[in-house]
């Protein structure tokens, strides 16, 4: 509860902050560790990630109040939903954040929109999921009840969520429909502060926690979702850990540039600072990365390495612990794929950088 947050910091500064979508700590309203404690003025969305994963709620939460919406009762019939389903909570977080946008447009702001979708379970309006049924892609249904109960009736987000995620005839299809959906959701924020003549003075961020994941039916193979990286959701391998970040800046990021710079979500933090112009706390483990997306490569500080409890970053060089006194080591640059164990054959790389697991877990003093 006391540790501070991006929200907290730029509120301090004079920013409307808000969040929609899915909070990643369980805090009811008036929890210190709910959003609205957090530096958030506003909220809108899931309380609990694990109910975030389903998509007909009978409920989110608004800054501390209940929304009902009273039709996302009793909606599945043999397993699946319904095709004339209620309210998609996605849309009503959408629908949140252009409303709060609007009414703040006059004020600096920072809105966080952590989007649901394409989370397990695999559902999507039909508008959609259409043009990707008519490809004839190959599909293995899924069956209701497989995956994440969301805690059990006591939670109070309706009863389908002691049931498991629901059905779905068409997992591929309906994976790329939610991907689709959001997409187009990305674009409608995008296009309100062009609307709104704010796009020249907003940063833009989209990125994701972790790679790609097969836990709602649809396969990696088939999206070919990992492209030449190894492993997926909770691996601590590239297929794990690597993900796009894409930034977006009018007249001050240049269109089309691409940058190699390693960086975490622990770098957010200082970079948000920098671009508000407000001191960053302390000491932390985070570094602006504004230079590079400025395209001051030159400027930029780097990372003496980046940590994981079971992996190590240290320029092109990953370090992977394989049982007691054994790792693996993986050259990046030349094996994106981590397919080759160099580890035998640079002994004083390894010796040298298993001492960073140590090192990371050291509180900064």
Not at 171 to 194: F, Q, T
Request: aromatic share 12%.
């Amino acid at each position: 509860a006391g540790d501070v947050t991006v929200a907290m910091l730029l509120k301090e500064a004079g920013y409307k902050t808000c969040m929609v979508g899915k909070w990643g700590l369980v805090g009811r309203p008036g929890h210190p560790g709910s959003p609205n404690q957090k530096g958030f003025d506003h909220f809108l969305g899931f309380d609990n990630q694990g109910f975030a994963h389903f998509y007909y709620p009978e409920f989110l939460w608004r800054s501390g109040e209940k929304v009902l919406y009273p039709k996302n009762h009793d909606l599945r019939v043999n397993g699946e939903y319904r095709k004339d389903a209620g309210t998609y909570s996605h849309d009503e977080l959408v629908k949140e954040a252009l409303g709060w946008v609007r009414r703040n447009r006059d004020h600096p702001f920072f809105l966080y929109v952590p989007f649901c979708i394409p989370h397990a379970e695999l559902t999507v309006p039909e508008d959609s999921m259409e043009p990707y049924l008519k490809l004839g892609w190959s599909e293995k249904p899924r069956i209701e009840g497989v995956g994440n109960t969301g805690g059990g009736k006591n939670a109070g987000y309706g009863s389908q969520y002691t049931r498991g995620y629901c059905g779905q005839s068409h997992p591929h299809a309906a994976y790329a429909g939610m991907i689709s959906r959001m997409d187009r959701s990305v674009g409608m924020i995008l296009d309100l502060l062009e609307e709104l003549h704010l796009a020249k003075d907003t940063l833009v961020l989209f990125s994701s926690d972790n790679g790609p994941s097969d836990e709602g039916g649809q396969t990696l193979r088939f999206f070919k979702s990992s492209g030449p990286l190894s492993g997926h959701k909770r691996s601590m391998h590239e297929g794990g850990l690597r993900v796009p970040t894409i930034a977006r800046w009018p007249g001050r990021i240049k269109p089309g540039s691409v940058s190699d710079h390693p960086s975490a979500f622990w770098d957010f933090l200082p970079t948000a600072c920098e671009v508000a112009g407000i001191a960053v706390p302390g000491k932390i483990d985070g570094i602006s990365y504004l230079p590079e997306l400025l395209g001051r490569t030159e400027a930029q500080r780097k990372h003496e390495y980046l940590y994981w409890p079971w992996a190590i970053r240290v320029g092109k060089w990953k370090l992977h612990p394989r049982g007691k006194d054994r790792y693996a080591l993986f050259d990046l640059e030349n094996d994106i794929g981590e397919k080759h164990d160099v580890a035998a054959q640079h002994p004083e790389l390894v010796s040298r950088y298993s001492r960073y697991f140590q090192k990371g877990k050291q509180p900064l003093k």
